[in-house]
């Protein structure tokens, strides 16, 4: 969380720098599957404006009103809009954010436990 938001892996993902399986990509965000992932669908949405958190974030509410309208357009482009899917915005330490470059996950493909871990 200490590197430099244009060190961290999802800015390299956005600078071509490192691959990434990509699933939707619109001229404001991207989308991509997780490299571990953690269901039968896990995708990565990312804004291709680097931007460390939510919080940090807020302010831009047209951003984050594309971030998740992508999440929901990939939802459907893998299938698990219909039967149900979740979308997660892990932020900060006690959040579980390992990559400091806001990033919202798409999870679905089978049923989901509640409450989180
Ligand atoms: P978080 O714990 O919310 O910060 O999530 C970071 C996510 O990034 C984890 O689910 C990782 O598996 C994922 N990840 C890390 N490196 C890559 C990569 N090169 N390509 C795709 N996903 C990655």
Redesign the pocket.
């Known amino acids: 969380m200490d590197t430099p938001i244009t060190d961290t892996?999802f800015a390299r993902?956005v600078r071509g720098e490192?691959p990434?399986q990509i699933v939707y990509e619109t001229d404001s965000v991207l989308a991509?599957?997780?490299?571990?992932p953690?269901a039968p669908v896990?995708v990565?949405v990312i804004p291709k404006t680097p931007v460390r958190d939510l919080v940090e974030a807020s302010p831009d509410a047209e951003m984050l009103g594309q971030l998740l309208a992508a999440c929901a357009e990939v939802a459907r482009i893998t299938g698990i809009g219909a039967s149900g899917f979740r979308v997660?915005v892990?932020t900060g330490q006690d959040g579980?954010?390992?990559?400091g470059y806001l990033?919202a996950?798409v999870l679905g493909g089978r049923a989901l436990s509640w409450p989180p871990g």
């Open positions: 892996i993902i490192i990434a991509f599957h997780d490299i571990a953690q896990h990565v997660v892990n579980g954010q390992t990559v990033h996950h």
